[in-house]
């Protein structure tokens, strides 16, 4: 490992201009470039105090043993420069994207005498016109079938078009009618490539002229009684409108745009891609990449731009189809400055390009589409890699070499506290066995003790409840002696037990669909498994072998304060920190400080977000349930009927509050004694303050 100070260009060696800038390791290896409008700021950034760096910065400045740079005129010069050495040199450090898949594209090869429609993968060739891409090359192939009708252009390889004008007969699509059969000499060259064009057109986006002009003739040769003409013409008009109506119009004024989307999170994002021509969606795309830069969306979005239009020449029109540099592109974030990345695109595409962030409108709701993908591509490229044994293997031994383990954590719980302002302050428990959920075990927690904001004092709480109950249930199978559980055992709250979505009170499972009660990794157990004399199944029975908090320090030492008050000496601790990913255990000053590519850290981070998200969920539905709460609740024996029927009557329960006996007892269905009660109920309710919308800073009306 390198310090940095070792080699730091002298003060004043760096000039303050624009350029690019190579880090190399001690084998001459570049491992980032970048670019900056002014070299000698950005360069000191990386000097500075190694503790005041991000964790991605610290590791690359650390790995670097020199530093060079290239001094050019402006900042587009920088930024194909950048582009330029990124595409050759490949440094580790820098954001690649590398594509989920291999996406066919529909080319049409303009550069031969007899221009041939094909699928084609790979780099782009020269005076190659390409429409797509496509997600799957039968897409392709269907939508070729239906317009070899109208254009019969050549789609059969070299070796036959030899082959066929040796023997001087054509292939069988020249015998049915869905290839000109230029081989043989039907079609000039010159003609055959005004279908090629005509072909291309079409697929352009052109296809109202295409339209008419087969109209037109189909109408002269019925004027003309040449009816099998007309008919022939007929069906062709409807193979081409079957043809595009495989791509369904998105944006009613024709337009030609590329939108793209970024779905992230901390470490790794997700591009997604839509090519828009003619109004319609003519291909998609999609890349993931980790995030080994410090870099939000606008950078995300900057490289992805470098990437798609990198070897792009011409506008998507008229040199590529869906290729090229369209009039429009639309991103979720505009790179920062955004003028110099807007003039390479247009020096790529020769005329004006709008890069602009839609705001309302068919296009702003086409790009809400286009994010719903990137987010599904992010979602199923980790569980892809969630679900591969080898990886959880993996993830789970760098865990226990991490953290000095005896064995790795085959069952792992998390921990989190959630609660808005102070407010319906609840924790969760979430459970991972093998390295994967198990949402049976999934518990929910009101903390009790205390009221107010005080996540450490919180976490204190939930660790002693959880464990307090491990052991009581060990005391009843005799695994843990009576006498050393202390009084603090017997009398400790308990976790409360909360209404699940079914309306069961249990003691706060899953809502996403739990797994059937005592179902482990491998299958059900034999009966009587997990469960006690009653045949209830035990809630805590389980100890894990790791317990994670979602916090730092503070959180850590609650937690394991707690463990020590139990007499609980087997359970490792640790936690996530969220701002920098930072793992850290009882009684270091330090956090562990897993690789940005460590599988641990993802299995880690994994953990701590499901935590978070049942957490939230859980506080979220105690807030709304607290809110929509009436004093009316707590009367005995009045139902929802009768609730909204003393509301529908009397308006608001404002009016109801001051109402006297007589005219509550005037609802329907609501007799002397109700009323009474009613009335009983709401003079010792005290009016609740008045509620604040907080968009808006009106006070809403009580009902």
């Known amino acids: 490992m390198a310090d940095p100070t070792s080699y730091r260009p002298k003060p004043g060696e760096i000039p303050d201009s624009p350029g690019v800038y190579r880090f190399r390791?001690?084998?001459?290896?570049?491992?980032?470039?970048?670019?900056?409008?002014?070299?000698?700021?950005?360069?000191?950034?990386?000097?500075?105090?190694?503790?005041?760096?991000?964790?991605?910065?610290?590791?690359?400045?650390?790995?670097?043993?020199?530093?060079e740079w290239t001094v050019v005129s402006t900042e587009v010069e920088a930024l194909q420069l950048e582009y330029t050495w990124i595409q050759e040199y490949d440094p580790r450090f820098n954001v690649k994207y590398r594509d989920d898949k291999s996406y066919p594209s529909l080319a049409v090869t303009m550069n031969e005498e007899f221009p041939r429609v094909q699928v084609m993968r790979g780099p782009?060739?020269?005076?190659?016109?390409?429409?797509?891409?496509?997600?799957?090359?039968?897409?392709?192939?269907?939508?070729?079938?239906?317009?070899?009708?109208?254009?019969?252009?050549?789609?059969?390889?070299?070796?036959?078009?030899?082959?066929s004008a040796q023997i001087g007969r054509p292939c069988l699509l020249g015998y049915i009618g869905k290839c000109s059969a230029p081989c043989v000499g039907r079609i000039s060259p010159e003609d055959h490539r005004q279908l090629a064009e005509e072909f291309c057109d079409f697929m352009a986006g052109h296809?109202?002229?295409?339209?008419?002009?087969?109209?037109?003739?189909?109408?002269?040769?019925?004027?003309?009684?040449?009816?099998?003409?007309?008919?022939?013409?007929?069906?062709?008009?409807?193979?081409?409108?079957?043809?595009?109506?495989k791509n369904a119009v998105v944006l009613t004024d024709a337009t030609d745009a590329d939108?793209?989307?970024?779905?992230?999170?901390?470490?790794?994002?997700?591009?997604?891609?839509?090519?828009?021509?003619?109004?319609?969606?003519?291909?998609?795309?999609?890349?993931?990449?980790?995030?080994?830069?410090?870099?939000?969306?606008?950078?995300?979005?900057?490289?992805?731009?470098?990437?798609?239009y990198g070897e792009e020449r011409g506008d998507a029109e008229g040199s590529s189809g869906s290729g090229g540099v369209p009039k429009e592109v639309l991103v979720p974030a505009?790179?920062?400055?955004?003028?110099?990345?807007?003039?390479?695109?247009?020096?790529?595409?020769?005329?004006?390009?709008?890069?602009?962030?839609?705001?309302?409108?068919?296009?702003?709701?086409?790009?809400?589409?286009?994010?719903?993908?990137?987010?599904?591509?992010?979602?199923?490229?980790?569980?892809?890699?969630?679900?591969?044994?080898?990886?959880?293997?993996?993830?789970?031994?760098?865990?226990?070499?991490?953290?000095?383990?005896?064995?790795?954590?085959?069952?792992?719980?998390?921990?989190?506290i959630s609660h808005l302002q102070g407010d319906d302050v609840v924790a969760s428990m979430v459970v991972f066995e093998d390295g994967l959920a198990r949402k049976s075990e999934y518990r929910r927690f009101q903390i009790k003790s205390f009221a107010g904001q005080d996540d450490v004092r919180a976490m204190?709480?939930?660790?002693?409840?959880?464990?307090?109950?491990?052991?009581?249930?060990k005391q009843k199978t005799g695994e843990w002696p009576e006498e050393e559980l202390g009084g603090e055992l017997e009398t400790g709250p308990a976790p409360e037990p909360v209404p699940a979505a079914d309306g069961a009170a249990l003691d706060g499972p899953a809502l996403d669909g739990p797994a059937p009660e005592g179902a482990g990794a491998d299958g059900p157990p034999a009966r009587g498994a997990g469960r006690d004399e009653d045949g209830r199944p035990k809630k805590f029975a389980y100890p894990p072998q790791l317990v994670v908090v979602d916090g730092g320090q503070p959180q850590v030492a609650a937690a394991q304060a707690a463990l020590d008050e139990l007499g609980i000496d087997d359970v490792a601790i640790c936690g996530l920190a969220k701002r920098l990913e930072e793992v850290w255990v009882p009684g270091e000053s330090d956090p562990v400080v897993l690789p940005r590519t460590s599988e641990g850290l993802y299995l880690l981070q994994r953990v701590r977000d499901e935590a978070h998200r049942f957490a939230i969920r859980y506080q979220r539905g105690k807030?709304?349930?607290?809110?929509?709460?009436?004093?009316?609740?707590?009367?005995?024996?009045?139902?929802?009927?009768?609730?909204?029927?003393?509301?529908?009557?009397?308006?608001?329960?404002?009016?109801?509050?001051?109402?006297?006996?007589?005219?509550?007892?005037?609802?329907?269905?609501?007799?002397?004694?109700?009323?009474?009660?009613?009335?009983?109920?709401?003079?010792?309710?005290?009016?609740?303050?008045?509620?604040?919308?907080?968009?808006t800073g009106e006070i809403v009306e009580e009902e």
Not at 44 to 53: E, I, K, R, T, W
Not at 262 to 272: C, I, P, R, S, Y
Not at 394 to 399: D, H, N, P, S, W
């Open 124 to 163: 782009k060739k020269k005076g190659v016109r390409y429409f797509g891409p496509y997600g799957q090359a039968w897409a392709i192939r269907e939508t070729v079938d239906l317009m070899l009708r109208v254009f019969p252009v050549r789609t059969c390889s070299a070796g036959v078009f030899k082959r």
């Open 460 to 473: 204190h709480e939930v660790i002693s409840r959880r464990f307090r109950r491990y052991l009581l249930e």
């Open 623 to 695: 807030r709304g349930k607290r809110l929509r709460s009436s004093p009316l609740d707590d009367v005995q024996g009045l139902g929802e009927t009768r609730k909204k029927a003393l509301l529908k009557h009397f308006g608001s329960m404002k009016k109801l509050r001051a109402a006297r006996v007589e005219e509550i007892s005037q609802v329907p269905g609501i007799g002397r004694k109700t009323a009474e009660t009613v009335a009983a109920a709401l003079a010792g309710s005290a009016p609740s303050a008045p509620a604040v919308n907080t968009a």
């Open 334 to 416: 505009l790179p920062e400055p955004a003028e110099p990345i807007a003039q390479w695109l247009a020096e790529r595409r020769g005329s004006h390009v709008s890069l602009r962030i839609p705001q309302r409108g068919d296009k702003r709701a086409l790009m809400d589409t286009v994010r719903r993908n990137a987010e599904q591509a992010l979602v199923l490229h980790k569980t892809k890699r969630a679900s591969d044994l080898t990886t959880r293997s993996r993830a789970l031994e760098e865990i226990a070499e991490a953290l000095d383990l005896d064995s790795a954590p085959l069952r792992i719980e998390c921990f989190d």
């Open 259 to 308: 939108l793209i989307a970024v779905a992230e999170d901390e470490l790794e994002a997700a591009v997604q891609i839509f090519h828009v021509r003619g109004g319609r969606v003519r291909g998609q795309r999609g890349w993931v990449t980790d995030k080994v830069e410090e870099i939000g969306t606008p950078e995300l979005v900057e490289h992805a731009l470098q990437q798609l």
């Open 207 to 245: 296809t109202g002229s295409q339209l008419r002009r087969l109209e037109r003739e189909m109408q002269q040769a019925a004027e003309e009684m040449e009816y099998e003409k007309a008919a022939r013409l007929r069906d062709d008009i409807d193979a081409l409108r079957r043809a595009m109506e």
């Open 25 to 67: 390791d001690e084998h001459r290896r570049v491992i980032y470039v970048g670019k900056a409008k002014s070299l000698r700021q950005r360069l000191n950034n990386y000097f500075q105090d190694l503790a005041g760096l991000h964790p991605r910065t610290r590791t690359m400045v650390t790995t670097a043993a020199s530093v």
